[in-house]
């Protein structure tokens, strides 16, 4: 995928993740120097500037050269711009939460199941049981490598780093086309988390008013057989 620049001209319009070019304007023991063109020079740390242990700086860049970066933290207050010549992942761990949908591609198959790239940090596991109501023998018969699918975090493991994923309910709690309708655009995933919630809470709502409406039942086929009872008497 092509790296896609963005443009700014003031620290104030810098935000988390943005990519950004650079040229390398000075090389310290600590990290890089690096000149955006802003009003302020942002700064890559040694450990930010290769996924592997880097021991100098100027093993990877030197003066005059132009670099790649993304936005880690900024501080237009203080003047200060943290960059990383790592490319971030597009969902740092600590954005994600169990029940948000995502749409992410088959990396990996095994007989248990399939690894899903969601954008995160690691691939999540979708296992063969999670990919539908029925029975599935074999993640093949569902998806194959490369497939573009949806699915919803099912649990986290935030110490260990472990996604699990699952399929299940998300195509039927997603709203039937109209035909006779306009077509509505593509939902986000955001939207689609906030829609699977909204649905849980009304499914709640129903599920407790037909227990209510059992009990009532209940109460009054006990009232009616005691009145039977007292008018056979």
Same mark, same amino acid.
């Given at each position: ?35 955006? &063109?802003?009003?302020?020079? &942002? ?40 960059? %990383? ?39 999540g596991l979708l296992h063969v049981r999670e990919m539908s109501e029925g029975y599935v023998r074999h993640p093949s ?35 039937? +086309? +109209? ?9 986000? %995933? ?35 057989? %005691? ?7």
């Amino acid at each position: 995928m092509p790296v896609v620049y963005s443009q700014v001209s003031s620290i104030n319009e810098l935000q988390p993740k943005m990519c950004l070019k650079g040229v390398v304007k000075e090389t310290q023991l600590y990290g890089a120097v690096i000149d955006l &063109g802003l009003e302020y020079d &942002g700064v890559v740390h040694i450990s930010q500037l290769a996924p592997k242990r880097v021991n100098s700086v100027t093993d990877v860049v030197r003066p005059g050269d132009s670099v790649t970066v993304w936005v880690t933290q900024v501080n237009p207050k203080k003047g200060r711009i943290s960059l %990383t010549m790592v490319e971030p992942p597009a969902v740092e761990w600590h954005e994600l939460q169990e029940e948000q949908v995502y749409t992410g591609t088959v990396t990996r198959m095994e007989p248990y199941g399939v690894f899903v790239d969601i954008g995160a940090e690691r691939p999540g596991l979708l296992h063969v049981r999670e990919m539908s109501e029925g029975y599935v023998r074999h993640p093949s018969e569902k998806v194959k490598v490369g497939d573009q699918v949806v699915v919803r975090i099912l649990r986290l493991d935030r110490q260990r780093k472990r996604i699990d994923l699952s399929m299940k309910g998300i195509q039927e709690e997603m709203p039937e +086309d +109209d035909p006779g309708e306009e077509e509505e655009p593509a939902r986000t %995933t955001m939207e689609l988390a906030l829609y699977r919630a909204q649905q849980s809470r009304r499914e709640k709502r129903q599920r407790k008013a037909q227990r209510r409406r059992l009990d009532f039942s209940e109460r009054e086929e006990i009232l009616e057989r %005691t009145l039977s009872m007292h008018r056979g008497r």
